[in-house]
């Protein structure tokens, strides 16, 4: 809708072992092991966001200064990056919240977009990097700016080929690239708007 926020849909995360979240650090915001799941999702955004956001329309919200993410950053309590930690040293109720996907995402398939991208971070402990104090503005890859090439980042991503099977995801796009084909063939308001009473 013109001039009005869109939904997102901003899923919080941390992890549980024996009852204790090992996202907690009593010094720092969040553990060793908290920066490199963080790490993992960061690294994996581009291509998760086509099982985040899986519609034409659902890209549109990646706006600057929309508090819809726009590129891959991370911040602390920074409601415009696009992942953000939640807590502090020694919160029981640490976690990272991503405001990556919209309200149409699969339950199921952003779920596991998201475990798979954070474990494939601490398995190889990959390297969290700074903040970002001023998310619109950081120096950063950018998010898809549109379904299709979120699609053709998720091709190319290992290890959600992996862990979701080459199959599902040559399945997935192909049901993607079909709704893409299918909405380039209509007319949108907008063309007749813009061109109509010109030609």
């Known amino acids: 809708l013109p001039n009005i926020m869109s939904s997102g849909w ?16 009593e010094k720092e915001d969040l553990s060793e ?10 690294a994996h955004a581009r291509a998760s966001s086509a099982l985040s956001t899986p519609t034409i329309n659902g890209y549109k919200r990646y706006r600057p200064y929309s508090l819809a993410p726009d590129r891959v950053v991370w911040g602390k309590e920074n409601r415009g990056a696009m992942l953000r930690v939640v807590g502090g040293p020694g919160d029981a109720g640490t ?13 199921y398939l952003y779920f596991a977009s998201q475990i798979y991208s954070g474990l494939d971070g601490i398995d190889r402990k990959l390297a969290l990097p700074p903040c970002a104090d001023t998310p619109y503005e950081a120096k950063a890859d950018l998010l898809p700016r549109t379904l299709s090439e979120a699609l053709v980042a998720l091709k190319d991503d290992a290890c959600l080929k992996s862990g ?28 007749h708007r813009e061109y109509f009473d010109l030609f």
Request: charged residues 25%; contains cysteine; hydrophobic residues 40%.
């Open 164 to 191: 979701f099977g080459e199959k599902f995801i040559d399945y997935y796009c192909t049901i993607k690239e079909a709704e893409i084909a299918r909405f380039n063939l209509e007319v949108s308001d907008w063309e």
């Open 10 to 25: 901003h899923l919080h995360q941390s992890l549980r072992k024996n009852g204790v979240n090992p996202f907690v650090s």
């Open 33 to 42: 092991i908290g920066r490199q799941f963080l790490a993992g999702l960061l």
């Open 95 to 107: 976690r990272i919240e991503n405001r990556i996907g919209e309200p149409a995402a699969n339950p």
